[in-house]
T-cell receptor
Framework: GIQVEQSPPDLILQEGANSTLRCNFSDSVNNLQWFHQNPWGQLINLFYIPSGTKQNGRLSATTVATERYSLLYISSSQTTDSGVYFCAVAYSGNTPLVFGKGTRLSVIA | DVKVTQSSRYLVKRTGEKVFLECVQDMDHENMFWYRQDPGLGLRLIYFSYDVKMKEKGDIPEGYSVSREKKERFSLILESASTNQTSMYLC?????????????FGSGTQLSVL
C-alpha cells in the first residue's frame, strides 16, 4: 500500500519562530490532508490540498504532486500550535485516508 | 459544525470482556471510519463503512468487528478484549463524494485492557 513519511518526527520551537513540516508519499494521490491533534487528543482538519498552495492565517501548505511531497508552514508559532501534525493521503476517489506517523511540535514560551 | 461523538473518553476493561465503542455523527454523513492510534505508529484504519449495513475491512481488522444499523451510528466491537488492544480509538465521518474532502474526528476513546 501507499507509504507516508513525515519529518521531522519531533520539533521544539521558541514562540515566534517559523517551521516547515514535510510529508513524502510513495505513490500518486488525489487526496491529501493535514491535521492537527491538540494535547487533549482532538484531531482537526487543517487543509485539503492534493495539489497547489493554500493559506489559512499563520498556516500555509503546498503540495507538489508530481514530486510526491507536501509541506506545512507555520509562521510566528504560538504555544497553542503545540501538538501532533499528521499528513494523510489516499490513492483515489472515495478511498480511506492513510496517515503518516506525525510530527510532534512543542512551542515554548 | 459537524459533531462526531464517541460515547466514552476513558474506558477500562478486563481481558476477555466484550467491548462496545459507540460513535454517532449528526451531519448525515455516509462514510464512517474507525482508527486506532498508538505512540509512534500514527493512525491505523480498522474498519470503515460507506453506507448503512455496509462494512469494509481496513488495515488491521483482526480482533474487531463493526455494526452500522443506522446511518448516524457506527459501533466498534472487541469480541474478546486483549491487552494488545489497549489504545486510543478514533471515530471519523465524511460526506460521500468523488473525493473525501474533509474528515471529521470524534475526541477519541482511550481504552485500557487489563
Amino acid at each position: 500500500g501507499i507509504q507516508v513519511e513525515q519529518s521531522p518526527p519531533d520539533l521544539i520551537l521558541q514562540e515566534g519562530a517559523n517551521s516547515t513540516l514535510r510529508c513524502n508519499f510513495s505513490d500518486s494521490v488525489n487526496n491529501l490532508q493535514w491535521f492537527h491533534q491538540n494535547p487533549w487528543g482532538q484531531l482537526i482538519n487543517l487543509f485539503y490540498i492534493p495539489s497547489g498552495t493554500k493559506q489559512n492565517g499563520r498556516l500555509s501548505a503546498t503540495t507538489v504532486a508530481t514530486e510526491r511531497y507536501s509541506l506545512l508552514y507555520i509562521s510566528s508559532s504560538q504555544t497553542t500550535d503545540s501538538g501532533v501534525y499528521f499528513c494523510a493521503v489516499a490513492y483515489s476517489g472515495n478511498t480511506p485516508l492513510v496517515f503518516g506517523k506525525g510530527t510532534r511540535l512543542s512551542v515554548i514560551a | 459544525d459537524v459533531k462526531v461523538t464517541q460515547s466514552s473518553r476513558y474506558l477500562v476493561k478486563r481481558t476477555g470482556e466484550k467491548v462496545f465503542l459507540e460513535c454517532v455523527q449528526d451531519m448525515d454523513h455516509e462514510n464512517m471510519f474507525w482508527y486506532r492510534q498508538d505512540p509512534g505508529l500514527g493512525l491505523r484504519l480498522i474498519y470503515f463503512s460507506y453506507d448503512v449495513k455496509m462494512k469494509e475491512k481496513g488495515d488491521i481488522p483482526e480482533g474487531y468487528s463493526v455494526s452500522r444499523e443506522k446511518k448516524e451510528r457506527f459501533s466498534l466491537i472487541l469480541e474478546s478484549a486483549s491487552t494488545n488492544q489497549t489504545s486510543m480509538y478514533l471515530c471519523a465521518s465524511s460526506t460521500q463524494g468523488r473525493v473525501v474532502e474533509k474528515l471529521f474526528f470524534g475526541s477519541g476513546t482511550q481504552l485500557s485492557v487489563l
